[in-house]
């Protein structure tokens, strides 16, 4: 378990991290956007009023462009892995940290939040250039029930000295009674916010962290509404003021367009922090954001599990839903087990997530690291008359492409871009290289000539 604090110096140390002094003329929110649209490093925002801030630790560079690092790079680091670790280990480790089957001995430890803040507005927390009130974002919701502690992501607003206005899932929400405590954390370990994606995308708000992977990784703490990681930036703890606010926000975290989310108004209690608190916090909406990639990673590692699970083997070699492409798209990497394989495998893929309606299906040897290699499997090895294969034009919307603005239905579509099992070998083209670009009688000379050349440089040598 890697502390936030801790998780930004070891970024520092790789050089992925940037720290800048805050603005009074450019919002942060700008900021963070146009450094994640070049694909530059995480940063830290350096305030004299309030917390600082950090941007683009949970998210990383576009896949379009040659760099060694990738998107999931940083959050690897945060884990506990090496910094380039493949993608399939970091989609293994997110799943572990979610329901395990068994209730786990929670580790415990001493609260790192023990100053008392007199205000949450003493916080500072940023607001946009379209906010009316400071946002909070990348938050971590925690309930109690009978059952244990219930965790889940949070966004809203601060509204006054002890007034929050906040949108969580509704499976929390549900646990809530009328006047229900609930306690908000925000710079926990990156262990902790992937956990409260996973169980938000996957439905199992439900299940008490307790019985989580996470429980094994990260220590925790009791607080007014649940457990918490013990190494929190800020607690928040709060009292539920009205279950059903009359505000609507037109900004929403990723997350919540796979899942039902519902507002609250809360009461503030109590505010504790660290002495040198920092806090990440995503530019909600833009693209590449932190939101974004939390909510891309969470649900691809559930899909990779799923998929792989149904047939009692594992053909799939990864899945990717791309930041890039706002989560609208699935990539999935397999080995065709039979004739129709792509079929059955892209509908148990449309069936388990509605953030996407197209379904990329390419070769088990191709890498996640290289998504230009990716899209131009789909030029190369899918004829648009043979191996793009669309619904009926009334399936069920999917909830994150942005060019379907009315709400109402359309086709989704699968590619088909490997190599059909069919085919005999002689069908496919061979891969170009080096030895296959020149004719024998050419490379022949070339060989020749630069064995010569060798020989030569050798005896004058001796």
Same mark, same amino acid.
């Given at each position: 378990?890697?502390?936030?604090?801790?998780?930004?110096?070891?970024?520092?140390?790789?050089?992925?991290?940037?720290?800048?002094?805050?603005?009074?003329?450019?919002?942060?929110?700008?900021?963070?956007?146009?450094?994640?649209? *070049?694909? =530059?490093?995480? %940063?830290?925002?350096?305030?004299?009023?309030? +917390?600082? $801030?950090?941007?683009? !630790?949970?998210? @990383? #560079?576009?896949?379009?462009?040659?760099?060694?690092?990738?998107?999931?790079?940083?959050? *690897?680091? =945060?884990?506990? %892995?090496?910094?380039?670790?493949?993608?399939? +280990?970091? $989609?293994?480790?997110? !799943?572990?940290? @979610? #329901?395990?089957?068994?209730?786990?001995?929670?580790?415990?430890?001493?609260?790192?939040?023990?100053?008392?803040?007199?205000?949450?507005?003493?916080?500072?927390?940023?607001?946009?250039?379209?906010?009316?009130?400071?946002?909070?974002?990348?938050?971590?919701?925690?309930?109690?029930?009978?059952?244990?502690?219930?965790?889940?992501?949070?966004?809203?607003?601060?509204?006054?000295?002890?007034?929050?206005?906040?949108?969580?899932?509704?499976?929390?929400?549900?646990?809530?009674?009328?006047?229900?405590?609930?306690?908000?954390?925000?710079?926990?370990?990156?262990?902790?916010?992937?956990?409260?994606?996973?169980?938000?995308?996957?439905?199992?708000?439900?299940?008490?962290?307790?019985?989580?992977?996470?429980?094994?990784?990260?220590?925790?703490?009791?607080?007014?509404?649940?457990?918490?990681?013990?190494?929190?930036?800020?607690?928040?703890?709060?009292?539920?003021?009205?279950?059903?606010?009359?505000?609507?926000?037109?900004?929403?975290?990723?997350?919540?367009?796979?899942?039902?989310?519902?507002?609250?108004?809360?009461?503030?209690?109590?505010?504790?922090?660290?002495?040198?608190?920092?806090?990440?916090?995503?530019?909600?909406?833009?693209?590449?954001?932190?939101?974004?990639?939390?909510?891309?990673?969470?649900?691809?590692?559930?899909?990779?599990?799923?998929?792989?699970?149904?047939?009692?083997?594992?053909?799939?070699?990864?899945?990717?839903?791309?930041?890039?492409?706002?989560?609208?798209?699935?990539?999935?990497?397999?080995?065709?087990?039979?004739?129709?394989?792509?079929?059955?495998?892209?509908?148990?893929?449309?069936?388990?997530?509605?953030?996407?309606?197209?379904?990329?299906?390419?070769?088990?040897?191709?890498?996640?690291?290289?998504?230009?290699?990716?899209?131009?499997?789909?030029?190369?090895?899918?004829?648009?008359?043979?191996?793009?294969?669309?619904?009926?034009?009334?399936?069920?919307?999917?909830?994150?492409?942005?060019?379907?603005?009315?709400?109402?239905?359309?086709?989704?579509?699968?590619?088909?871009?490997?190599?059909?099992?069919?085919?005999?070998?002689?069908?496919?083209?061979?891969?170009?290289?080096?030895?296959?670009?020149?004719?024998?009688?050419?490379?022949?000379?070339?060989?020749?000539?630069?064995?010569?050349?060798?020989?030569?440089?050798?005896?004058?040598?001796?």
């Amino acid at each position: 378990m890697i502390p936030f604090a801790q998780y930004l110096r070891g970024l520092a140390s790789d050089g992925d991290l940037v720290s800048i002094d805050e603005s009074a003329d450019v919002p942060p929110d700008v900021v963070a956007a146009e450094a994640l649209r *070049a694909s =530059g490093p995480a %940063l830290r925002y350096r305030r004299a009023d309030g +917390v600082d $801030l950090a941007s683009g !630790t949970f998210s @990383g #560079p576009d896949q379009m462009q040659r760099r060694e690092s990738k998107p999931w790079s940083r959050l *690897a680091l =945060g884990f506990g %892995l090496n910094l380039d670790a493949s993608f399939v +280990v970091v $989609l293994d480790t997110i !799943t572990g940290l @979610g #329901p395990s089957g068994g209730d786990a001995d929670p580790t415990y430890a001493g609260q790192t939040a023990s100053r008392t803040v007199d205000s949450v507005q003493d916080l500072n927390l940023p607001r946009g250039t379209e906010d009316v009130w400071p946002s909070l974002t990348l938050g971590v919701a925690s309930v109690s029930s009978s059952e244990g502690s219930h965790w889940a992501p949070i966004h809203g607003s601060v509204i006054s000295d002890d007034k929050l206005r906040v949108r969580t899932p509704a499976a929390l929400s549900s646990l809530l009674d009328d006047d229900g405590t609930l306690s908000i954390a925000l710079g926990v370990p990156p262990a902790a916010v992937a956990t409260a994606y996973l169980l938000a995308v996957t439905g199992c708000v439900d299940v008490p962290v307790q019985a989580c992977g996470v429980a094994d990784d990260v220590p925790l703490v009791p607080t007014n509404g649940g457990l918490v990681p013990s190494a929190t930036e800020i607690v928040v703890e709060t009292t539920v003021a009205d279950r059903y606010p009359d505000f609507q926000s037109d900004r929403h975290e990723a997350w919540e367009y796979g899942v039902a989310s519902t507002p609250l108004s809360l009461s503030v209690e109590r505010v504790i922090a660290t002495d040198d608190p920092v806090i990440p916090f995503s530019p909600v909406g833009r693209p590449l954001a932190d939101d974004l990639q939390l909510t891309g990673l969470a649900t691809a590692a559930t899909l990779y599990r799923r998929v792989n699970d149904y047939w009692g083997i594992s053909p799939i070699e990864w899945v990717l839903l791309p930041a890039e492409a706002e989560l609208g798209i699935c990539f999935v990497a397999t080995n065709i087990l039979y004739a129709g394989f792509e079929w059955q495998l892209t509908n148990l893929l449309f069936t388990f997530s509605s953030l996407f309606d197209t379904v990329i299906i390419v070769d088990e040897g191709v890498s996640p690291r290289d998504l230009g290699r990716v899209l131009g499997d789909i030029w190369v090895k899918a004829h648009p008359s043979r191996d793009w294969i669309f619904s009926e034009p009334s399936a069920p919307a999917a909830k994150r492409p942005r060019y379907r603005r009315d709400g109402t239905t359309g086709a989704r579509l699968y590619v088909n871009a490997a190599w059909d099992p069919r085919w005999e070998d002689s069908y496919i083209a061979p891969r170009v290289s080096f030895e296959r670009s020149f004719p024998v009688s050419v490379r022949d000379a070339a060989r020749k000539t630069w064995n010569d050349r060798h020989d030569a440089a050798a005896g004058d040598g001796d």
